[in-house]
């Protein structure tokens, strides 16, 4: 999917959810950066049937509990979720963002919102793999994808 497409079709509908301290170029770079990195836009299941569902390939253990259970993030998901139809839970939530792209989308950028450091400015390649090292936690890291990645999604968000 095209990254102009996600951005109005996905991310834009997901962040006009969130409140508004929520929305901003970086996030939207995270967002796609971390979109790209994983999936590449084209899986919303992972690949050889693993844990992770969504664009952004999140497991139900790891950054969906995160995000439900969260003080930063839960109330918000809970929320949002009530306004999705999905019950918050784990399963629910897990199920879910494999086929609502704004719910994954929001979800992603509650994960994000749950790490304490500032995002990365949209220049700071180096600050955005360390966000999304730290926060996403990937199983096979591909740090040389990154920076092309960080880059494009930067273009679109600026």
């Known amino acids: ?41 084209e899986y919303r299941r ?9 664009f952004w390939q999140m497991e139900r253990g790891g950054g969906v509990h995160g995000v439900l259970t969260h003080l930063a993030s839960a109330k918000l998901a809970a929320g949002i979720c009530a306004q999705r139809g999905v019950e918050p839970t784990e399963q629910a939530v897990w ?16 994960l994000l919102w749950t790490d304490p450091q500032p995002l990365p400015a949209l220049s700071d390649t180096a600050g955005g793999w360390a966000l999304y090292a730290r926060v996403w936690r990937p199983g096979k890291p591909r740090p040389a994808e990154w920076p092309a990645n960080y880059l494009r999604a930067a273009g679109t968000a600026a």
């Open 1 to 41: 999917m095209e990254l102009n497409q996600v951005r109005r079709s996905i991310i834009g509908p997901a962040l006009a959810l969130l409140p508004a301290k929520m929305t901003s170029p970086q996030a939207l770079a995270m967002l796609l950066a971390i979109g790209l990195q994983e999936s590449h836009f």
């Open 46 to 54: 992972q690949l050889g049937n693993g844990p992770a569902r969504s």
């Open 95 to 110: 199920e879910a963002i494999e086929h609502d792209d704004v719910l994954a989308a929001v979800m992603a950028r509650l």
